[in-house]
């Protein structure tokens, strides 16, 4: 089944047809606010729904990883100011802010940009120890009906294009010096595609919600909030849950559900198989990944919010892959103390053969605005990897980061990573750094 076909039932299913007109006759009315009882505007009421919704911990836009369109989008609403004024950047930052919020009023449409480069060098390899690449993400979502965070529906969509600079790029390095951890494995070689669309909506006063279509797995199930490539720790060890055979964006559906503000439940099914490349040359396959989440959310006083989740998961056979079917389970935690965050994430797989690791420990912490300057942050962390493969040696993997918020929209990271005793290597530890250039819109 094509995924634009899937798009077409959820709409149907919601009413999405059926409300388009009453939704532009709402934005014409005034409404009441909850909390001084004055009318407020239709921009301002909507201006409300989109803070109250940024700020929803469980329901609305809640944050997956950072990755996520929703998440990303987000960020973008809560912009900080940065270090520098960066003169025509700067001020095409904020046309397009001002563009995408009038947007945002008059259509609902939320589109963000943005473009990241990441050169990498490491002290041994062959034939090369030298690599870089580029990464221009579109993403956006328009919101069909509802009300933000309670019963919005909503039509997501991510348009992305990878490319090289005329050598190897960051996700092959490792294959340089024998190590089976990519140090950036996001960032390939991959046709310019439009990656996911799928339609979200939430029900029960945002107490439920679902998203189906071609989607990512990985942007739901044990996530932790330092899991991006583009934001935060390049090493895949960090930025991906190794133990769990996740599949590449494809058709599938995932659905949340919070009984309280503390406590929730999520499943998701799909794919298993995916083809690489675009949504329209995606087709079920016929093997199957299913995962179920529980989760707890805490906000201690003084200290901060909190996440703590359980994910299971099942695979397929994908005998073109020589991959058994079998079950993974993890666990990850990332609790704020106050501007310092620990993080740790433990996997395990069921046999040997689901992915390239049986297990693997992750450990580390991340620190907001170490030197006081608004969107930076600092981050350390270490992580064991045990290979399905038993005649293969473990890793282990220390990498430290510094995010610079140069500007509203601009970030610059100098990273730094040690991998130790890889796995078919011939070198005892192997450093390498980096330098990630981010600009956002």
Known sequence: MKPVLLLSLALVATGVYGQTEDQDADQGQGAV???????????????????????????????????NVTSQLKADWLRVDGLFDLGPISRLGEEFRAFNEDLRFTTRLDLGLA????????SAGEPHRTAASGDFDFFGTWHAVGELGRTAGLVGFAVEYRHDFGGITPSDLNTQFGSLLSTARSFNDNAAGLKQIWWQQHLANGQFYMRIGDIDQNDFFSTNRFQSANFFFLNEAFAESLAVPFPDAGL???????????????????????????????SLSGEIFAALEVGLLTAFEGLGAGHYRLTVSHTD???????????????????????????????????EGLTSFR??????????????????????????AQPSDPQLSDEWVIESFYRLQLSPTVQFTPDLQFIINPSSGTKDVVVVGGLRFRIQY
């Open 317 to 351: 056979a994908i005998p073109q892959r020589n991959q058994p079917s079998g079950q993974s389970l993890a666990i990850s935690i990332d609790q704020e103390l106050g501007r310092f965050v620990p993080f740790t994430r433990l996997a395990f797989s069921e046999k």
């Open 252 to 282: 599938g559906v995932v659905a949340f559900g919070f009984p309280n503000e503390s406590v929730y439940i999520g499943a998701g099914i799909g794919d298993a198989s995916p083809s690489s490349g675009s949504v329209a040359s995606d």
């Open 359 to 384: 297990r693997i420990v992750t450990a580390g912490f991340g620190l907001e605005n170490p030197l006081g300057n608004a969107g930076d942050e600092f981050g350390m962390a270490a992580a064991w």
């Open 33 to 67: 606010s909850e909390s001084s009882g004055e009318e407020l505007t239709a921009r301002q009421e909507y201006e409300r729904q989109e803070a109250e919704a940024a700020k929803k911990g469980s329901a609305g836009f809640f944050q997956r990883s950072a990755d």
């Open 115 to 122: 473009y990241t480069v990441l050169w990498q060098h490491a």
